[in-house]
């Protein structure tokens, strides 16, 4: 079994910077993909990026990619997502979640998730 906890929301400007993380126990991150996901009120769960448990493979949905940087350190079970050049369409609850095996962009691919953290982004 695992748990994530995620860290790290908060409000922001337009343009600002945000650095979510997300904390594994109960098992090593070691050999666990790790995804990050967001839901808007009254939209579906949508895959953000995803690490492969080595660390050298990544994801992003196209709507971040080159504004968000996912990384991790399987010493300190821990996965982040940097959040810069922040939009209000960025504004969502995100959720951490981890699976076995290869990277995949869909939520109904990930065994585990944390509660999520809000994110909100003013303009």
């Known amino acids: 079994q695992v748990q994530l906890v995620e860290s790290g929301g908060g409000l922001v400007q337009a343009g600002g910077s945000l650095r979510l993380s997300c904390a594994a126990s109960?098992?090593?991150?070691?050999?666990?993909?790790m995804g990050w996901f967001r839901q808007a009120p009254g939209k579906e769960r949508e895959f953000v990026a995803a690490?492969?448990?080595?660390?050298?493979?990544?994801d992003y949905t196209d709507s971040v990619d080159g504004r968000f940087t996912i990384s991790r350190d399987n010493a300190k079970n821990t996965v982040h997502l940097q959040m810069n050049s922040l939009k209000p369409e960025d504004t969502a609850v995100y959720y951490c979640?981890?699976?076995?095996?290869?990277?995949?962009?869909?939520?109904?691919?990930?065994?585990?998730w944390g509660q999520g953290t809000q994110v909100t982004v003013s303009s």
């Open positions: 979640a981890a699976k076995l095996g290869a990277i995949v962009n869909w939520p109904e691919g990930y065994n585990y």
């Open positions: 109960g098992r090593s991150s070691s050999n666990l993909c």
């Open positions: 690490i492969s448990w080595t660390g050298e493979s990544t």
